[in-house]
């Protein structure tokens, strides 16, 4: 996936006069490639899934008996989570722990606790490995 900074960098823009509508145009430009490309760049290596994830407005997902880092999530990666009501999408980490994640300020979750609500529902979350040759035409 990329972010502001790395178009921006592929650009060469050094200012912010377009960050708003880099950011705004990003997740439509991302979803475009991944249906030109027929591949939503997943790693299955790296993979996740569980029934009590809690997400919180603060930006962080928590794992109740999960371990994050050591099923190799990192800072700086791109992730995807499928199986919520309300916070499937793709996201990248800030930070990591063994048992939170807390994505960048670019996204925003907002609270579902998924083992309190009840439903019989095991969300995933996956890594994303979009390749580096590809930035620079995305950026563009």
């Known amino acids: 996936m990329i972010d502001v900074g790395e178009v921006k960098m592929?650009?060469?823009?050094?200012?912010?006069?377009?960050?708003?509508?880099?950011?705004?145009?990003?997740?439509?430009?991302?979803?475009?490639?991944?249906?030109?490309?027929?591949?939503?760049?997943?790693?299955?290596?790296?993979?996740?899934?569980?029934?009590?994830?809690?997400?919180?407005?603060?930006?962080?997902?928590?794992?109740?008996?999960?371990?994050?880092?050591?099923?190799?999530?990192?800072?700086?990666?791109?992730?995807?989570?499928?199986?919520?009501v309300k916070n499937d999408g793709i996201y990248k980490i800030s930070t990591v722990t063994s048992t939170t994640i807390t994505i960048t300020d670019d996204f925003n979750v907002v609270h579902e606790d998924i083992d309190a609500i009840g439903l019989t529902r095991t969300v995933y979350i996956t890594y994303l490995r979009f390749p580096t040759a590809m930035k620079p035409i995305v950026a563009n």
Do not use: H, M
């Open 10 to 84: 592929f650009l060469n823009y050094v200012d912010n006069t377009y960050d708003t509508r880099i950011r705004q145009w990003i997740p439509y430009v991302r979803d475009r490639v991944i249906k030109i490309c027929n591949n939503e760049f997943i790693d299955d290596e790296i993979e996740t899934d569980a029934d009590d994830y809690v997400f919180s407005t603060s930006n962080t997902i928590y794992s109740i008996d999960g371990d994050f880092t050591e099923e190799g999530f990192a800072a700086g990666d791109w992730f995807r989570v499928n199986g919520t």
